[in-house]
């Protein structure tokens, strides 16, 4: 059972350079959900989606874009990487009134 | 906005019981859960609790709500070593909006043999 599948494990970037971090979901989930992790801090809503084609803003979403073209897979793009982005990064997915599922995490370091 | 808050640290030795406390602000969360991380590992939904409920128990762990003081607690009975994670605390309005989960800042567990 795959389950929420995130790719890259680590990644080091240097300040104004893009990329897009990866998140699949093989469970057929409406429901799909970015966050970061930073210290003392718990787990802040980046950006969600509702289904395919439907994406909204989180609690901090600046800096980061999305989208949902395929139910299977919620990409996170950073268009132009900040020092303050260094973070951990999950992805989770969840169907309708059910728990979430998360990924084992994405951590970013940006110089 | 809703507010979720846990002490950081916690130590314990094995055998003995832990107790990991949350407070929480928003008078509309319906739901409340307690999520496991382990390292370098995605967060676990370990039991969640209805608002409508005082308690909840499920093997070793034991879930304490009070309402009143928007206080929650986990019990982890007879703690071992492979209980040493983070432990986050979280709520959301309804089952439905799990995408709206409002997440405490966790609470590092560590079991001593």
């Known amino acids: 059972n795959a389950g929420v599948t995130q790719t890259p494990k680590f990644q080091v970037l240097k300040t104004g350079q893009s990329m897009t971090l990866q998140c699949a979901q093989d469970?057929?989930?409406?429901?799909m959900s970015w966050y970061r992790q930073d210290p003392g801090m718990g787990l802040r809503l980046i950006h969600y989606?509702?289904?395919?084609?439907?994406?909204d803003q989180g609690e901090v979403p600046n800096g980061y874009n999305v989208s949902r073209s395929t139910t299977e897979d919620f990409p996170l793009r950073l268009l132009s990487a900040a020092p303050s982005q260094t973070s951990v990064y999950f992805c989770?997915?969840?169907?309708?009134?059910?728990?979430?599922?998360f990924g084992s995490g994405t951590q970013l370091s940006v110089l | 906005g809703e507010d979720v808050e846990q002490s950081l640290f916690l130590s314990v030795r094995e055998g003995d019981s832990s107790v990991i406390n949350c407070t929480y602000t928003?008078?509309?969360?319906?739901?409340l859960y307690w999520y496991k991380q382990e390292p370098g590992a995605g967060l676990q939904l370990l039991t969640y609790?209805?608002?409508?409920?005082d308690m909840k128990q499920d093997q070793r762990l034991t879930v304490l709500l009070n309402k009143k003081d928007k206080h929650l607690s986990l019990r982890i009975a007879d703690t071992q070593t492979g209980d040493s994670a983070i432990y986050f605390c979280?709520?959301?309005?309804?089952?439905?909006?799990?995408?709206?989960?409002?997440f405490g800042s966790g609470t590092q567990l560590t079991v001593l043999p």
């Open positions: 979280a709520e959301s309005p309804d089952v439905g909006s799990a995408r709206q989960l409002t």
């Open positions: 609790i209805f608002s409508n409920m």
């Open positions: 469970m057929n989930h409406e429901y």
């Open positions: 989770a997915s969840s169907s309708a009134n059910e728990k979430l599922f």
């Open positions: 928003d008078s509309s969360s319906t739901y």
């Open positions: 989606s509702v289904g395919a084609g439907i994406t």
